[in-house]
């Protein structure tokens, strides 16, 4: 008897559902059991997360905090991954989204420039910033056939030092330098208040503040569900991502159409560090010791493979991962064990990795007699 694994001619509706949420469950099981293995119970953890992340008071607010920035890095992975272009630079495009988006922010609400001209502003250079940072791996991928996996992964790297140098190693135009102590302790210009975005506050649990950002993130979400999926663009890119021979032979321009994805993935990228900077931090800043602490990116992968690419359930996603990083940082402790929401999360993305080989293909059991292969095959598995 022996195992084998066939392409699926069709691919049942109920497994797109099943197979994540199994990878969740399987996640959550395999930190079970390292929990137990470190002393630690694994029911009492587990609720110790969940009434961090979404029942103490406050609580929701954190994790909205956290999952808006993880829903933009999310989409984008989505968006270039569903062409099978692996754009790895979400983080380094939402660095350089800050940026720009800041840029916009502290010249324009400096000027006495009205909230909802400076916001737009906002939203439109954090968009091209994004893009520009993307379209080099777009280009790269397009012209000379280099493997933006690389390229853009190193750019994230780059983008961190290039924040890191407008900060703390020179005298930019985002760097605070009135003050007494401007100098001793370098920081972001605090953005004007008309470049600050609003929020909407829910009476629930305390009072729960609806980012602006989170909306756009939703708003995203359409744009891009509408676009793979109503649009000739959409077609194009899905006949792309399974064969480039046959994109290439019904006349799809595939050096137009990598870029046209690279630049919207970076586009929505960007989007989320103009969020970042005009809902949350209010300034743009850097780490002292040279390297940004690079996280958002990387969990947007989790979340998009999570969410088999859909961006509806990538908005979900981002708020069920948010709501764990949240009780992961409320909960670091002594009494906690370090380290619990980095495990699950990477348990995650494997199950959910190796859950796409059971939603493309069966196994099947194979009968043999006598070390040889029966000829007719036996039932799926």
Known sequence: MRFTFERRLRQPGWLSLAVPVASVLFAFFVAGIVLLAT???????YRQ????AFLQTGSLNQTLI???PLAFTGLAAAAAFRMKLFNIGAEGQMYIGAITGAAAGLYLGGNGGSSAFVIAAMVVMGCLGGTAWALIPGVLRAFCKTNEILTSLLLNYVAGLLLTYLIFQSQSYWRETKGFNASVFPTGKELPPSAVWPGWTIHVQGGITL??????????????????KRTRFGFEAQVLGDSDRAARYSGVRVRRKILAVMALSGAIAG???ASQVGDFAHSVDGDPNGLQKLGYGYTGIVIAALARYNPYAVVLVAF???GLENAGNTLQGANFPAGLVGVIQGIILFSALGGEVLIRHRVRIVRTKRGVAATEPGPAA
């Not at 002393?39 to 953890?45: A, D």
């Not at 997360?49 to 961090?52: E, I, K, Q, V």
């Open 271 to 273: 989007l989320g560090g």
């Open 320 to 322: 069920l991962m948010g």
């Open 49 to 52: 997360l969940f009434d961090a």
């Open 66 to 68: 956290v999952a808006t």
């Open 39 to 45: 002393g630690h119970n694994p029911l009492s953890t």
């Open 211 to 228: 980012p602006l950002g989170a909306g756009f993130a939703v708003a995203a979400a359409v744009v891009l569900w509408v676009l793979y």
